[in-house]
């Protein structure tokens, strides 16, 4: 068996190609719009795409399961419950499909989004009991999915906690995304887990009932992905042109000081909006416009979405958050200053007054 993880910066997003040698056949799960990669892998080993397998609709990144579709011949796998405007496969509860020596087993897992489901895999050639299960956005490596891009946190308690710990602590876990992305709030940098380290660290998973659970996973969410439901559409194949540019990206939207500093000494045109309250401003200040990060939706008219503007705040926390609502109103090129003004302080301008 041939098992291949593609880790997409952009985004923070995982996609896999599984593949059986003895009879030349393979399949991606959660496949880029990028599908060079997937034909260029099976190309090397002799192999043909004959299954595309998406765990849900996605509403963060695009997704190239119809283009791959259209490129290999390949049929496209979603759970029954998704509408697509092109030819797909609807998958049940309990459904088994062979990859060649390749067994999937189907697991609806629904809360992240209702149509979301897991994939167990079984190299057949090793053994009868699973290898390891793709998440997709169910459960991450030290998180599990949000449950307010149309999911439900109800749903999403009942698919980790009755459905995937039961599963025996040595199968492997493989998400579709690592931290970065805002499909969760917490997740870890690494690609990849067991289901019984997840279930003795995962924070999310240490809850004795179902209402400490959903308290817990709809606090402190991050802002939505920009334009998540038409995202959902174009992937679907209800949309000819995709309504974003770049997937959300959070590391893509962050500028350090020493950065910062750089562009400023070679003369760059940088607009500094400044989102902390009065007080803090007359504290210190880089000189920059300010409107207060609980004013921003409502005074954005004053910025112009063409200028690259640098968001800064006291350490960087209230200018994420706008950094976020800017991207998602339709401005491209703004970027959170990572660690903010005390950072600038620290680093870079030691005589300016910390507070």
Not at 26 to 51: F, G, H, R
Not at 98 to 103: A, E, H, P, V, W
Not at 259 to 274: A, I, P, Q, S, V
Request: aromatic letters at 8%.
């Amino acid at each position: 068996m041939i098992f291949k993880q593609y880790m997409h910066e952009q985004g923070s997003c995982l996609s896999y190609l599984m593949g059986c040698t003895r009879t030349g056949a393979c399949c991606v799960v959660d496949p880029q719009l990028d599908i060079e990669p997937y034909l260029d892998s099976a190309s090397s080993k002799n192999l043909k795409i004959t299954n595309i397998f998406e765990t849900h609709a996605q509403a963060d990144h695009l997704s190239g399961a119809r283009k791959l579709a259209e490129s290999s011949g390949a049929s496209v796998h979603f759970h029954k419950s998704v509408h697509a405007a092109f030819p797909v496969s609807p998958l049940n509860d309990g459904d088994e499909l062979m990859i060649g020596n390749i067994k999937i087993s189907v697991l609806h897992t629904p809360g992240h989004t209702p149509d979301s489901v897991c994939y167990l895999v079984t190299d057949t050639t090793r053994s009868v009991h699973p290898w390891f299960i793709l998440t997709g956005d169910t459960l991450f490596v030290g998180d599990t999915g949000r449950p307010d891009l149309d999911g439900n946190a109800e749903d999403l308690y009942d698919s980790l906690y009755e459905k995937l710990m039961n599963l025996d602590d040595v199968i492997e876990i493989f998400p579709t995304h690592f931290a970065g992305s805002v499909c969760g709030r917490s997740i870890s940098p690494k690609p990849s887990s067991t289901v019984g380290f997840e279930r003795r660290f995962n924070p999310s998973l240490q809850f004795k009932s179902k209402a400490e659970f959903v308290q817990f996973v709809t606090q402190t969410l991050p802002v939505q992905p920009p334009q998540f439901h038409k995202v959902r559409q174009f992937n679907l194949g209800h949309l000819k042109e995709p309504p974003i540019e770049r997937t959300y990206d959070e590391h893509y939207l962050q500028i350090t000081v020493e950065e910062l500093k750089h562009r400023l000494d070679n003369g760059d045109t940088l607009f500094m909006l400044d989102v902390r309250n009065p007080d803090e401003f007359r504290i210190c200040n880089l000189g920059g416009h300010l409107i207060p990060v609980r004013e921003l939706q409502q005074r954005m008219n004053e910025l112009d979405p063409k200028q690259e503007i640098v968001v800064h705040c006291h350490r960087g926390n209230r200018s994420r958050t706008a950094v976020a609502l800017l991207y998602e109103a339709g401005f491209p090129n703004v970027k959170n200053l990572v660690g903010g003004i005390d950072e600038w302080a620290t680093k870079i301008d030691k005589s300016m007054q910390r507070y």
